[in-house]
């Protein structure tokens, strides 16, 4: 072999230092894929029944009310409401929680309503909405917890419906495997142990950022002269101020 072949095989520090870093790289993604599957794993674990089943607090949901019950329309609206049904669970049958008021504890009703569907769920249809169904909705718009306008579809006949409270009973509980929940802790960890959930995430899921969309610009950030040509007339500017 010619010396200067022999010589360019030769691997420099930065490449040695390139692939010991690589590798890790590899051995934190099938770190992660391997966690992954011990967790679907876990989620794909059978129900078993309870011999004794027990309760455990209160459950209240949205019904038919009885004379919508007995209506006519009483199978529509019924396969509508599984669809925007919504249950809350509690300790206690009245459904109150403790709230400080003026250096003074009180007791307020918790509140619960249907279903509200957002613009992406009512674009791409994920309730597998009929035309009937939805012509049962309203477009509403709001202020989001972003201060942004936003768009949410409502039920508009919310009164077809009462609220009613039941105990909640437990009938069946997941399967415990040991050997698998060993496996998921020992994994976890592993990686606990070492810090690798920052490096892991990065790698897996990639950089968090956010996403700035012009059209729904925070209401008092809103510039009206933005997409204004600075060779307007006048006039432009004078309406955009009014």
């Known amino acids: 072999m010619d010396i200067h072949e022999w010589a360019c095989r030769i691997k420099s520090i930065r490449r040695k230092k390139r692939l010991v870093k690589l590798d890790f790289d590899k051995h934190l993604i099938k770190l992660s894929k391997t966690r992954e599957q011990l967790w679907q794993q876990q989620r794909n674990l059978p129900m078993v029944p309870l011999e004794h089943p027990y309760q455990r607090g209160w459950k ?20 509508l409401l599984k669809k925007i049904n919504t249950v809350q669970y509690h300790h206690d049958r009245s459904f109150k929680f403790k709230k400080r008021r003026k250096k003074k504890y009180g007791y307020k009703m918790r509140k619960q309503e249907l279903r509200e569907i957002d613009q992406y769920d009512w674009v791409n249809n994920r309730l597998k909405l009929f035309e009937k169904e939805q012509a049962c909705f309203t477009c509403v718009s709001f202020i989001n917890n972003s201060r942004r306008p936003d768009i949410k579809y409502v039920f508009t006949e919310p009164w077809r419906f009462v609220l009613k409270v039941m105990p909640h009973m437990v009938t069946e509980v997941k399967l415990h495997d040991n050997v698998l929940q060993q496996q998921i802790a020992e994994v976890d960890n592993h990686i606990e142990k070492h810090f690798y959930e920052p490096r892991m995430h990065r790698l897996t899921n ?20 933005k997409n204004t040509p600075r060779y307007a007339n006048k006039e432009a500017y004078l309406e955009l101020e009014t």
């Open 60 to 79: 209240r949901l949205f019904v038919l009310r009885d004379d919508i019950k007995r209506g006519p329309a009483a199978e529509f609206y019924e396969t």
């Open 206 to 225: 990639g950089r968090h950022y956010h996403w700035k969309d012009e059209f729904n610009e925070r209401i008092k950030y809103i510039n009206k002269l």
